[in-house]
Every structure is written in C-alpha cells, then in structure tokens.
C-alpha cells in the first residue's frame, strides 16, 4: 500500500460563523505537524451568515480552498461536491477526511484513521459502536435510538467492518472515490439528508472496498448551535432507502 501523499480535510458547513473558527484552530497546528501536505477543502452550503467571511481570513493560515454552493441543498450536495473535488483534484494516493464542521469532532483522530488507510483500509470511520468509543452530550433516549437503527442497518445491508453506517467522520482513499465515480457517475451520492453516508457506505461496498472502524471521540457538548437536521424526518427516509436498495440494488439511485 503505498503512502499518502496528501490529505484533504472536506468540511460540509451551513452557518458554522461560530464553530468554524474553533475546528479550524484545531486543524491548523495538526496541519503543520503532518508528513502528508493537507488541504482543508470547505464547501458552503449556501450559508446566510459569516461563514464564508470567516473561511476567507483563515485562508492566510491554512492551505483552504472555499467550493461555494450558494444555495442551501442539504447535507448530500455537500458530500457530493467534496467527492469530486477529490477525484477530480487529487491523486490516488491522497486521503479525502471528511467530518463535522460543528466541532464535535476531533482532528486529532485523522492520524489513527491515516493508521488504518496505511494498513490496507480503503476507508476508515470514526465509529461510535467498537471498544473505546465515547459519546458526550447526546441525550440518552437518541443514542439509543441510533444503536437501535445501527443494528437494522447491520442485519438488512451487513458491510463487513462496519458498524456505524451514518457517522460522518471517514477517511477514504481517493482511489476507491474514483472507482465509484467512474460506475456510478452522477447517481453516486443521489440522497439530499444524512442518507448520503449510508448511501455512499453501501455503494462502494458493493464494490468490495475495505473498511475499518475507530473509537470515536464525539463531543457534541461542543456543538454551539442546534441541530440544522430533522433527525426523525431523515430515519424515516433511510429506513424506507434500506428496504429499496436492499431489494433492487443501487443502479438509479
């Protein structure tokens, strides 16, 4: 497996003024110190705040490129637009993270999923359900739900390696990123909600992609804002992708 030459950092943001500054303040030192080159990579999703603004001032600190979506479309234009980003920009063996733009999630995991990707790892997730994992400020009642659904997910879509299937924090390799591409093209990433994490988990590993988990360390006690996503609206949603993609596939999706 060869090296990673260069990483970059894909923050889906939509009116982040308060915790982008945060997050990027904890990358900034990680991205000094790394042997690998990284680039956050920023896309907008039609913010109506500082967002933007405050993206642009960091961009004398940070090697950051701003893809602007103007309008808001959800989550899954977000993770689209990261996706070809990265097989359009960047090499085989680069590493596109992508993780919250809220602050929960720590960048100093990016290493130990860079660990896992130099083992042989076509992608790494940060996941809540393996030994290690610590899960602060979720209300009790919604993190049981979410094993509940983890469990679901599991027994109707099994990926072997894989526990938590809507986590956001991975870590692919951009050359398993443009096997994708190239069979599903446009159909890659179809889903507007958090769908697209799972949507985007079952397609490459019907390619046979390899995945590994980590301890995640989630801390969304930091999280400054509410939640800009209807959690029950978009689990009613995947519950009802699980059952159609698990009888006619992915093709059209």
Avoid at 120 to 137: E, Q
Avoid at 142 to 149: F, I, K, S, W
Avoid at 196 to 222: H, S, T, W
Wanted: proline fraction near 4%; include cysteine; glycine fraction near 8%.
């Amino acid at each position: 497996m060869a090296a990673t030459r260069r990483v970059l950092i894909g923050l889906p943001a939509y009116n982040e003024e308060i915790a982008l500054p945060r997050l990027l303040a904890r990358i900034a030192p990680l991205a000094k110190s790394s042997a690998a080159p990284m680039t956050v990579v920023l896309y907008n999703d039609g913010s109506s705040d500082a967002t933007v603004p405050i993206a642009r001032e960091w961009q004398s600190r940070l090697s950051l490129v701003i893809l602007d979506g103007v309008v808001n479309k959800g989550l899954g234009a977000g993770l689209r637009a990261l996706v070809e980003y990265a097989v359009a920009q960047a090499d085989d063996d680069d590493v596109l993270v992508v993780m919250d733009c809220d602050d929960t999630h720590d960048p100093a995991q990016i290493g130990d999923m860079l660990d896992k990707l130099a083992a042989g790892t076509d992608v790494a997730i940060g996941s809540r359900y393996v030994r290690g994992a610590t899960v602060r400020g979720v209300p009790a009642f919604r993190r049981l739900t979410a094993l509940g659904a983890a469990g679901l997910f599991k027994s109707v879509h099994p990926v072997r390696g894989v526990w938590d299937y809507t986590c956001g924090y991975r870590a692919y390799r951009v050359a398993v990123l443009k096997q994708a591409a190239a069979k599903y093209g446009d159909a890659l990433i179809a889903e507007r909600g958090f769908a697209c994490m799972v949507e985007l988990l079952l397609k490459l590993n019907a390619l046979g992609v390899r995945f590994a988990e980590i301890p995640l360390r989630l801390r969304y006690d930091l999280k400054p804002t509410a939640t800009k996503m209807g959690v029950g609206s978009n689990m009613r949603r995947l519950l009802l992708l699980l059952v159609r993609w698990r009888w006619r596939g992915f093709d059209g999706a």
